[in-house]
């Protein structure tokens, strides 16, 4: 019986070894590569970890900065701030929130490179959206209104549809094409939520210049209507 267990054994043992001989060096090659993916992720987690939090507390510093009205030092942050961690949500808010400053500071080149830099490399188009529709606002102001329509038709995040035409309307209205000013403003009526306020100062830019949006004219109609039903 014992003999009979041993010969099992032995049998099993030369399997084995034949297995390990002929698939043992693919295994070990298939367990290294799966540690060295398993530690790769780990390090790259607590890299990304470790960049967030080191970007997190220099925006805290912005913030300070910013909240100080100190546009020279808020620029020096956010110049570090996008060299070391320009990939990160800090980064592009830093962005937005440096270029308000310098600009309300009368920085205002210092604010076009801001907005320019967010455009082009915000991790989110909605940033890019929002630094774009800025920056048409700034050229806006400087009577630059290529620059400005430049900005907006590559202004493309879902969703900024009706402010990206507001602005452009503003635009257009500046050059003097009413008319294309128009269609502009009507395209950002018609995409814009009724509950938002802002829909109304759209309306009154329609308003002004005669052009009462097909809805809110139907409405004015039948609230006339009723007025004078009620006589």
């Not at 549809?161 to 395209?187: H, M, S």
């Amino acid at each position: 019986m014992a003999t009979h267990l041993d010969l099992e054994e032995q049998e099993q043992l030369d399997a084995v070894k034949h297995f390990w001989k002929r698939y043992g060096n693919g295994v070990v090659s298939v367990l290294i590569a799966v540690l060295a993916c398993f530690s790769a992720w780990n390090g790259w987690n607590w890299w990304q970890r470790d960049q967030a939090a080191k970007a997190g507390a220099m925006f805290d510093e912005l913030e300070r900065a910013a909240q100080s009205g100190d546009a020279d030092k808020v620029g020096r942050i956010f110049s570090d701030l996008k060299e070391r961690y320009g990939r990160t949500s800090f980064a592009q808010q830093g962005a937005l929130l440096s270029a308000r400053v310098q600009s309300e500071a009368g920085q205002t080149d210092s604010a076009k490179a801001t907005l320019t830099w967010a455009g082009a490399n915000a991790a989110e188009t909605e940033y890019q959206t929002i630094a774009k529709l800025r920056l048409a606002g700034i050229f806006l102001d400087a009577k630059q209104y290529d620059d400005a329509l430049k900005q907006l038709d590559s202004a493309t995040a879902e969703g900024f549809e009706a402010l990206v035409n507001d602005r452009r309307g503003d635009v257009l209205l500046a050059q003097g094409k009413t008319d294309e000013a128009k269609a502009a403003y009507k395209k950002a009526w018609q995409s814009m939520d009724s509950k938002i306020e802002y829909r109304r100062l759209i309306e009154a830019k329609l308003t002004a210049m005669g052009s009462l949006p097909e809805g809110v004219a139907n409405t004015e109609a039948a609230k006339a209507a009723g007025a004078g039903a009620s006589k």
